[in-house]
């Protein structure tokens, strides 16, 4: 099985809520990094780091396949 394949395959349910929340995780400290407001350093970097964090776990969840 090739990524192609594995990244078009069905995805298990647990993994589907995990690839729902790592979006939210981005999206939220998208957010917070674009903020025009002055934030303290703690919270960019808190928020760089969940960026990231979020990043990978979506890729990993989409990467499951469910096997048949």
């Known amino acids: 099985m090739n990524i192609f394949q594995r990244l078009t395959a069905a ?3 647990f993994f589907k809520k995990v690839r729902t929340i790592s979006l939210i995780l981005v ?3 998208g957010a917070i990094l ?3 407001v002055v934030l ?3 919270v960019m970097q808190v928020a760089g780091y969940l960026a990231v964090a ?3 776990a979506t890729a990993v969840s989409q ?3 469910k096997k048949e």
């Open 54 to 56: 979020g990043t990978v």
């Open 27 to 29: 999206a939220a400290s």
């Open 63 to 65: 990467a499951a396949v």
């Open 34 to 36: 674009a903020a025009p």
């Open 11 to 13: 995805t298990p349910s």
């Open 40 to 42: 303290p350093a703690i």
